[in-house]
């Protein structure tokens, strides 16, 4: 018989054991100061749906006005007045995307910038640390269609009360919000206790 040629396999040895370390014993990672956006944008104009019925509603009536009475010969109006419906009519129905989009806002993980205006803008911050309670709101168009309102009450003297309307996917945003407020407070030593 003949003998295997090639010698004995070392043996692997195993990998180092760690013990685990407790949680407690971790070191503590330094306060990171980088700025992480959560959202930036202005309200979905899908959470407006109610704005843009009544304006809907209200050019149709303008529209009336404009064009059934000369057509049914009720009453003869001068080309201009015509004009001026059709045009207000069509400002009307334009309203509600102007309004929803002269509104921004810019959540951070330190901030809350509220940006009003198209031509003249006005911005207030919101600093975390300011923030007493946070509120979420969602009917239930809201949920179908994916949007919600999350309301923050602070001790901010410029911004006591700022609702957030419109904002997508807003339970998960709540959540991160909600976490954030209170880590901020903790690094700054703000963090409110309750005495029974």
């Not at 018989?1 to 004995?8: C, Y």
């Not at 009536?61 to 045009?87: N, Q, S, T, Y």
Request: include cysteine; aromatic fraction near 8%; proline fraction near 9%.
């Amino acid at each position: 018989m003949a003998e295997n040629e090639t010698g004995p396999t070392p043996q692997q040895s195993p990998p180092p054991q760690v013990p685990p370390v407790a949680a407690d014993d971790r070191p503590h990672k330094p306060a990171d100061d980088r700025e992480e956006v959560y959202f930036e944008g202005s309200p979905q104009l899908r959470a407006e749906m109610k704005k843009f019925i009544i304006a809907g509603l209200f050019a149709i009536v303008l529209l009336f006005c404009a064009i059934v009475p000369p057509v049914l010969k009720w009453w003869h109006e001068p080309a201009w007045l015509i004009a001026m419906l059709v045009i207000a009519a069509m400002v009307v129905m334009l309203l509600p995307i102007w309004f929803t989009k002269s509104v921004r806002y810019r959540i951070s993980n330190y901030r809350i910038d509220y940006e009003r205006g198209l031509l003249a803008k006005n911005i207030d911050t919101l600093e975390l640390w300011h923030v007493e309670d946070i509120q979420f709101h969602q009917s239930l168009l809201d949920r179908i269609l994916n949007v919600g309102t999350i309301t923050v009450l602070s001790h901010d003297e410029t911004t006591p009360s700022l609702e957030m309307q419109g904002l997508p996917n807003p339970r998960p945003l709540f959540e991160s919000l909600k976490q954030r407020v209170i880590a901020v407070k903790r690094q700054r030593g703000v963090v409110k206790m309750d005495i029974g």
